[in-house]
């Protein structure tokens, strides 16, 4: 029985990270494999919002630390997986004209795509994001690109 525990904690670390494992996926039998992977289907998987706490399914993410002149905003999650999520919503940016304090926000409706899962802060974080512009697109942007999702907590 204590073989078998080592082998699920080293096995864990292989994978990519410590991942709690309920007591009900514990591997009590000979279906370590079985179990391990229940275990890892119930581990979330989160965003950093711009206030930098994990929050799953946001409704909002700020792109732009800096400034706030950046967002994705009014986000609908139509998939939620351990390895991307998809939602639709819209960007929200700055024209910055004259100046990003004068400026102007506008909002353009955008397909996301968050995917790219790391370890931070003892939570498993998407750490980019691809979008598609559904319609007009923002000036100087290009229709569609891969950003990196600020992540940092606070």
Known sequence: MKRLAIAVVASVFVVGGLVAVPAQARATSGDMRGNFAAAAHRTKIYLLCGNGKPVVRPHRILLSCGDGNWWYRHLRWHRWK?????????????????????????????????????????????????????????????????????????
Request: glycine fraction near 6%.
């Open 82 to 154: 351990r390895r991307d999520a998809l939602a639709r919503g819209d960007m929200w940016r700055n024209d910055c004209t004259p100046s990003c304090a004068e400026g102007t926000f506008h909002d353009y409706p955008v397909r996301i795509r968050a995917f790219r899962v790391r370890n931070i802060g003892g939570h498993r974080v998407f750490t980019r994001s691809h979008y598609v512009f559904l319609r007009k697109k923002a000036p100087n942007m290009p229709r569609r690109e891969t950003i990196a999702i600020p992540s940092y907590l606070l």
